[in-house]
């Protein structure tokens, strides 16, 4: 186990620059409004995962508790900004600008632990690391992220991507830039067919397989020459999109600039010497949210029907899950749709259904939407608050009313800034009253290409 | 969110063009602070191509805002992106104009005066 250095009294410039704007500001403030109380206790705290919501939760409980021992188990030294990630794979963001080291976000006072969790026995209540090492809990915050589960496309490995006209956005900061590549290649072949699809479960930014058919779009559409291409749209539901009203304005979107739209197909598998994709049909109950019964009757082999598709380019999207360790735990849902494959969690308090000491946030979680930065943003202060309480063994006062925001990128330099939640089907949750989620703006586009990054670091911070 | 909050986003934000601020907010103190040591007034000099090149400086974010964003003038579309471009390019203008019409002042202005 290792432990982060106490930082030096040295400020960087970064910090003094905050601290004097913040003492400005602090002075006009009552101190009630600074304060949040915060909790004396001895307890320890682990807390699975660095990326944005390990990282929240590490920041806002270091504030909130006084005296606890928390740890924060995360191998990677870098901190990738995945938002970003769409716009690196259409050449409109350089990949450095996505990652930041780790231990800018680290809070001190709290360990670090650089090992990867291999195992978690609930019942225990331990957390087993990868060199063999054993962490012991009172509470802990499982926030693993997902697993990317390319190995269920036979014949498709993330090392591909970037070879064989193989895009994936979502493979690695390095699979993002190859995608960007990949795309580069094919529009600079000067025609020929593309497919993008999407996976039969739910999947992190659920938005960013439309995002990279929009923003290819956009780039082919500025060559000039876009008869030249044809583009594919591979759906495995019904739906492309979970807001009813974005779902249809998406599919209409496709219709107007000619992409071919088949629905209720997944990639199964993938021969990239061939440049041919198997596509699989999995029947017109699918959905997006139906997991685990996808995974039973259709990833299944058996009495399928099967298209095979050449390509000159192709967009992989992989089924995803949890990791297999939180799989693999007492902590896995164990009915519903997302049994066997996500954390058991109430999706309104994140405290853990069967253990009330655990609590989930971010992708790991088993919710019909809400894998984002944006629900993360939303759900850091009710796991805040609930864990707190749950530790006074008083009732949770915080709820997660399913919020989560993705701005729609349309074309290089268009965007739809979609905010939603839980209730009345997916309805509408905007933020700004002047910014209309079903309008393609200039300024929803701004938000994202200049400032969700700055807000998702003061997410990390514990500061938003 | 908090007030500390916006600030942290806005430092964010910011960082990468701390030294192009502070290169502009340099000139535009400095050229306003030697012109106004050698006599200038900012209504008591009048210098319509200073106004015009503001003007023309202002109106040339039509093209380089939406640049600077990855994006196009075309796709400013709904009544708040209008209202963010216009005063945007208000406040270009502005900012340009305090540099040029000093400056003016500096170059002709009292020469002539």
């Known amino acids: 186990m290792s432990r982060v250095p106490f930082s030096t009294p040295r400020l960087d410039r970064r910090q003094l620059l905050k601290l004097g704007v913040g003492a400005g500001a602090a002075s006009l403030l009552p101190l009630s409004g600074l304060q949040a109380r915060t909790l004396s206790t001895s307890a320890r705290i682990v807390i699975l995962g660095g990326g944005a919501a390990g990282m929240a939760m590490a920041n806002r409980l270091s504030n909130r508790l006084d005296g606890a021992r928390i740890t924060i188990v995360e191998p990677r030294e870098t901190h990738h900004y995945q938002p970003g990630w769409t716009l690196v794979a259409s050449g409109v963001w350089r990949p450095e600008k996505t990652m930041r080291p780790n231990a800018n976000f680290v809070p001190s006072g709290v360990t670090w632990v650089r090992q990867p969790a291999v195992g978690i026995d609930a019942e225990q209540r331990r957390v087993s690391l990868a060199d063999a090492s054993v962490l012991e809990y009172d509470y802990l915050v499982v926030a693993t992220g997902l697993q990317l589960n390319y190995h269920l496309i036979d014949g498709m490995s993330p090392d591909l991507v970037g070879t064989?006209?193989?895009?994936?956005?979502?493979?690695?900061?390095?699979?993002?830039?190859?995608?960007?590549?990949?795309?580069?290649?094919?529009?600079?072949?000067?025609?020929?067919?593309?497919?993008?699809?999407?996976?039969?479960?739910?999947?992190?930014?659920?938005?960013?397989?439309?995002?990279?058919?929009?923003?290819?779009?956009?780039?082919?559409?500025?060559?000039?020459?876009?008869?030249?291409?044809?583009?594919?749209?591979?759906?495995?539901?019904?739906?492309?999109?979970?807001?009813?009203?974005?779902?249809?304005?998406?599919?209409?979107?496709?219709?107007?600039?000619?992409?071919?739209?088949?629905h209720h197909y997944r990639l199964s598998a993938i021969d990239p010497g061939a440049r041919q994709a198997e596509f699989t049909f999995v029947g017109p109950d699918s959905e997006f949210t139906s997991h685990h019964e996808l995974r039973e009757a259709e990833f299944s082999q058996e009495g399928e029907r099967r298209v095979i598709a050449d390509y000159d380019f192709i967009h992989?999207?992989?089924?995803?899950?949890?990791?297999?360790?939180?799989?693999?735990?007492?902590?896995?849902?164990?009915?519903?749709?997302?049994?066997?494959?996500?954390?058991?969690?109430?999706?309104?308090?994140?405290?853990?259904?069967?253990?009330?000491?655990?609590?989930?946030?971010?992708?790991?979680?088993?919710?019909?939407?809400?894998?984002?930065?944006?629900?993360?943003?939303?759900?850091?202060?009710?796991?805040?608050?609930?864990?707190?309480?749950?530790?006074?063994?008083?009732p949770l006062p915080a709820r997660h009313n399913g919020y989560t925001s993705c701005p729609m990128i349309t074309g290089i330099g268009k965007a739809m800034l979609v905010e939603f939640g839980y209730d009345n089907n997916f309805d509408f949750l905007p933020s700004f009253p002047f910014i209309d989620p079903r309008d393609e703006s200039w300024a929803a586009w701004v938000m994202k290409d200049r400032m969700l990054q700055p807000a998702y670091y003061a997410v990390l911070e514990g500061q938003a | 969110m908090t007030i500390q909050g916006a600030f942290t986003i806005l430092m964010y934000a910011l960082a990468p063009f701390l030294w192009l601020i502070v290169a502009g907010v340099v000139v535009l103190v400095a050229v306003q602070l030697i012109?106004?040591?050698?006599?200038?007034?900012?209504?008591?000099?009048?210098?319509?191509?200073?106004?015009?090149?503001?003007?023309?400086?202002?109106?040339?974010?039509?093209?380089?805002?939406?640049?600077?964003?990855?994006?196009?003038?075309?796709?400013?579309?709904?009544?708040?992106?209008?209202?963010?471009?216009?005063?945007?390019?208000?406040?270009?203008?502005?900012?340009?104009?305090?540099?040029?019409h000093p400056l003016s002042y500096l170059v002709r202005g009292k020469r002539q005066a």
């Open chain 1, 316 to 394: 992989v999207v992989p089924p995803m899950s949890a990791p297999d360790f939180v799989r693999e735990s007492d902590l896995i849902a164990r009915d519903g749709p997302f049994r066997g494959e996500w954390l058991d969690v109430d999706i309104h308090t994140m405290q853990h259904n069967r253990y009330p000491e655990v609590f989930g946030i971010g992708d790991v979680i088993g919710a019909p939407i809400n894998k984002t930065a944006a629900s993360v943003k939303a759900q850091a202060p009710v796991v805040e608050a609930n864990l707190l309480a749950q530790m006074q063994s008083q």
């Open chain 2, 35 to 100: 012109a106004r040591l050698r006599g200038y007034r900012t209504l008591g000099y009048r210098c319509l191509g200073a106004n015009l090149a503001a003007l023309l400086v202002g109106l040339s974010g039509l093209w380089w805002i939406p640049a600077f964003t990855n994006s196009r003038l075309g796709y400013v579309a709904t009544a708040f992106d209008w209202v963010a471009m216009i005063g945007a390019v208000i406040g270009l203008a502005i900012a340009a104009w305090l540099v040029l």
């Open chain 1, 164 to 262: 064989h006209g193989i895009g994936s956005v979502y493979a690695s900061i390095e699979g993002a830039t190859r995608t960007r590549d990949a795309i580069d290649a094919w529009i600079a072949s000067g025609g020929g067919k593309g497919i993008f699809t999407a996976a039969p479960t739910p999947v992190k930014c659920a938005g960013a397989p439309l995002k990279m058919t929009f923003t290819t779009l956009s780039r082919l559409e500025d060559t000039g020459r876009r008869d030249d291409f044809q583009v594919d749209y591979m759906s495995p539901g019904a739906g492309l999109f979970s807001q009813p009203w974005i779902n249809d304005f998406v599919k209409q979107r496709f219709d107007d600039q000619g992409v071919n739209r088949r």
